[in-house]
């Protein structure tokens, strides 16, 4: 059984950077997609950025364009998210997601993808960025 594991989360100030990492473990293939999805307290999650292995691509959130950067090491089945000029408004829990053995419609459709279209998440790491 795929396991996602997940490190990188922590306070900060604003201005400051973080990198979350995510690893997949216990896998046989490679993910059609991996994404990083955030909740803030009394908020709906919400995507933030989404690479495909497959073709390279990527999509973020508006909220995030320019400050983030999803990238991925396939030997290592790992993806990352670095988190450049951090705003209070990005402190939420941050949650890893990978489409194993699944087709991502959001790649195909070019839009970004719904939480409901990756059937594999982590536990969650915290970001708390204070002004």
């Known amino acids: 059984q795929e396991l996602l594991v997940e490190s990188g989360g922590g306070s900060v100030q604003a201005g400051d950077s973080l990198t979350l990492s995510c690893t997949v473990t216990?896998?046989?293939?490679?993910?059609?997609?991996m994404a990083w999805f955030r909740q803030a307290p009394g908020k709906q999650r919400e995507g933030v950025a989404a690479?495909?292995?497959?073709?390279?691509?990527?999509m973020y959130a508006d909220s995030v364009k320019g400050r983030f950067t999803i990238s991925q090491d396939n030997a290592k089945n790992t993806v990352y998210l670095q988190m450049n000029s951090l705003k209070p408004e990005d402190t939420a829990t941050y949650y890893c997601?990978?489409?194993?053995?699944?087709?991502?419609?959001?790649?195909?459709?070019?839009?970004?993808?719904?939480?409901?279209?990756?059937?594999?998440w982590g536990q969650g790491t915290q970001v708390t960025v204070s002004s």
């Open positions: 690479v495909f292995p497959a073709s390279g691509k990527t």
């Open positions: 997601a990978a489409a194993m053995g699944i087709a991502v419609l959001g790649e195909l459709l070019g839009r970004f993808p719904e939480q409901h279209e990756y059937n594999t």
């Open positions: 216990g896998n046989t293939y490679s993910p059609n997609s």
